[in-house]
């Protein structure tokens, strides 16, 4: 049985069973950063906590503290307290249907790790994933809902599933056009699309460094393209990462959302700010989608029901 469907019948939320700790290279500072991944209440969501501050260190996980979409998501708090670069980690919770974690930065970015959500994948599967007492958030698109700007656009309409069918379309022809549709069931998102890279153009990545920026990319944590070749040495890993990546992208964008979206969506060419915007035209009107379970804390009754 697909478990979207589950999820809308009797899914629980989920948060971590052990805390996990990683560090490496911000992708847009260049600093180290080590982060810790903890468990945390039902409905409290993710939150991420700078204790590299003395106050106002913590910056929830949403689309409506998404303050800049440059080279990546940046989140910010009311005291202007920012985190960078959370979509890869936001997108293996989305993966993993994890609901509630406190991440705590030593910085202010999550480190960029290879490029892909696999290794945040793989820290919190090792960890363990449990179930708590409380339903999940899920909303149901329940008519087409879209955004575009120039040449990027996302639809959402109703559907069963989760779904996405992503299109790019770049000039370089190692990328050329790729498309990919993913129903994102249990494990699919692991499999297909997790460890799937971000990516530049050579041209665009020494332009970049030139100017103080993306000061920790390197053929480490991005394919990097040149002219229809890929420049790392190890080639790519599926022959359509590309698209893969801006699938994995959404998903960590849209999670902002704080919620399970249950519709299928369809982007074109889109980026950072298109998911964010996106995500502001589907909660711009209450009747695009219908939030399931609002008062989700689970009876006596219901547990004894799940249990049995
Ligand atoms: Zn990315």
Redesign the pocket.
Known sequence: MPDTLNIAKLGFQKTLKNKVFCEGVGLHTGNNTQIKILPADVNSGITFIREDLNKDRKIVASYKNVCDTKL?TTIENNAGHKVHTI??LMSAFMGLRIDNADVILSGSEVPIMDGSAKVFLDLISSAGIKEQFAKKKVIKVLKEVSFSQNNSSIIAVPSDNFSIDYMIDFDDPAIGVQRQKITLLANTFDEEIGSAR?FGMLNEVEYMHQNGLALGGSINNAIVVDNGKILNPEGLRFKDEFVR?KI??LCGDIYLSGFHIIGSIVAKCAGHEVNNKFLWELFSDKSNYEVIEENNIITQEEISFAVA
């Open positions: 990546g979509e890869h971000t990546h994995l992208d």
